[in-house]
């Protein structure tokens, strides 16, 4: 009876096992990189008090996020590049979906919030330091992870809940649409879920950065002064920048049926917003943001 099934096997890259060294070279790298740059951004950020303000304390969340986020899925992936097919007990499977979920949906408000940031500051300068104080920074971040623990919670039961008729995930990391391939009979359901939740956790953030940017570009478009206009825009640049790396591969991944599953397709896109967009996320607000580089040269 597969639906009693103790233990997943992760498949990862076997289609191209012959290139496994120069995957896991490549990856560690990443991987290293990707830490010490979040890492120096949290503590440059910690350690300056002219960067203790409400967009910095968003930036230094992100750095963590990031951290978490990769840390989640990596390890798993370069133990499979290193042996093979690996097992991952079901526990293991569903705590590693859980705190992948987690922290993708907590990063999706982050952003939001960030985006909010962007818009007070914008659109009312002169109330900004009122509007954005330490307790609304502060219960902004709760709700991301309050958010995050949600859905990480209802798609990790809802799930995990079903029974199972294959084994062999066709993925490094336990992720939703491969397992939806694995649940007996009709998934349909499982599949209207998994959009539903999506479009909370994804599309709603979005639209509310959609609204946030539409006003602030409003605003920047009655500015008195070219000057004026170019230096607001620099202030959003980096995360409208962070937000369309983000949105563009979670929503390719997610907002769509699994009828249109391709399992080497979404190996790529789970790469790009797993590893690639935590590693540009430091890379992008360092270097286009001249009080991170101020602070960097202290």
Excluded: W
């Amino acid at each position: 009876n597969l639906s009693e099934v103790s233990e997943f096997r992760l498949l990862g890259f076997s289609e191209v096992s012959h290139l496994h060294p120069l995957f896991f070279v490549v990856l560690f790298s990443l991987y290293i990189l990707t830490l010490m740059a979040n890492t120096v951004i949290a503590l440059i950020i910690n350690s300056d008090n002219t960067l203790h303000t409400p967009m910095y304390f968003f930036l230094t969340q992100l750095s963590c996020l990031d951290i978490c986020y990769l840390s989640v899925i990596v390890p798993k992936i370069l133990e499979n590049l290193m042996v093979g097919t690996i097992g991952i007990s079901k526990t293991g499977c569903a705590m590693q979906m859980f705190f992948f979920l987690f922290f993708g949906v907590a990063e999706c408000f982050l952003l939001a919030a960030m985006s909010f940031d962007r818009y007070v500051a914008i659109c009312y300068p002169l109330h900004y330091t009122i509007i954005m104080n330490s307790r609304v920074c502060k219960s902004l971040v709760a709700g991301t992870y309050i958010c995050g623990t949600a859905v990480g919670l209802v798609h990790t039961i809802k799930t995990f809940n079903l029974p199972f008729c294959g084994l062999a995930i066709n993925h490094f990391f336990c992720e939703i649409q491969p397992l939806l391939e694995l649940l007996c009979g009709n998934t349909s359901p499982s599949e209207t879920q998994v959009i539903v939740v999506a479009v909370f956790a994804i599309l709603g953030p979005f639209l509310l950065i959609i609204y946030s940017y539409i006003c602030i570009i409003l605003t920047i478009l009655k500015m008195s002064s070219a000057e004026s206009q170019q230096k607001a825009f620099s202030t959003c640049s980096s995360h409208l920048l962070v937000v369309t790396l983000f949105y563009g591969t979670a929503s390719s991944m997610y907002l769509r049926p699994k009828s249109s599953y391709t399992a080497s397709v979404d190996k790529l896109l789970s790469l790009s917003y797993t590893v690639v967009t935590p590693l540009l996320n430091p890379i992008i607000y360092s270097l286009r943001n001249e009080e991170v580089k101020g602070a960097l040269r202290k």
